[in-house]
């Protein structure tokens, strides 16, 4: 069972229990590294408890109000390629020429239904390299 680390700030904790459904569903070992309530708390603390843990074969998950703030401090830790996905086909993308290793989504501005779509799309596809992985290893410099 691959693993999936998941985490949220207030403004994306209900999504992000949904998503923990989704993803269990979908029959993956879902670990939330918090918070545990919807009350006010920091977005990059937990950003950075999510990407601390993300590698090559377990990937993230973030939620916040928009996606934008977990994304920003996401991608601050080295190896991370955050990615906020507001459609399937973003998500399609980010992983087959970004090989995105964390999604990022906005619970103020993703409603579930499409956010279901958007985790199953995000999950389900790989990366395609060739090309794309001489592009992104110019991440790094």
Do not use: W
């Not at 459904?21 to 309530?37: F, Q, R, S």
Request: proline residues 4%; contains cysteine; hydrophobic residues 40%.
């Amino acid at each position: 069972m691959t693993k999936v680390i998941i985490g949220s700030d207030h403004g994306g904790y209900a999504l992000k229990e949904f998503v923990k459904k989704v993803l269990t569903a979908m029959d993956y070992e879902v670990i939330d590294a918090g918070p545990e309530a919807p009350e006010s708390c920091d977005y990059p603390v937990y950003a950075f408890k999510v990407a601390e843990q993300v590698d090559d074969e377990t990937p993230g998950i973030l939620v916040c109000g928009t996606g934008l703030g977990m994304s920003m401090a996401a991608n601050k830790v080295k190896g991370i390629r955050a990615a906020v996905c507001t459609n399937e086909y973003m998500a399609r993308m980010s992983r087959a020429h970004n090989n995105a290793n964390i999604l990022c989504l906005g619970e103020r501005v993703t409603g579930p239904g499409l956010a279901e779509d958007i985790v199953k799309t995000f999950m389900t596809t790989e990366f395609e390299g060739d090309r794309h992985l001489r592009r992104i290893s110019l991440f790094d410099k």
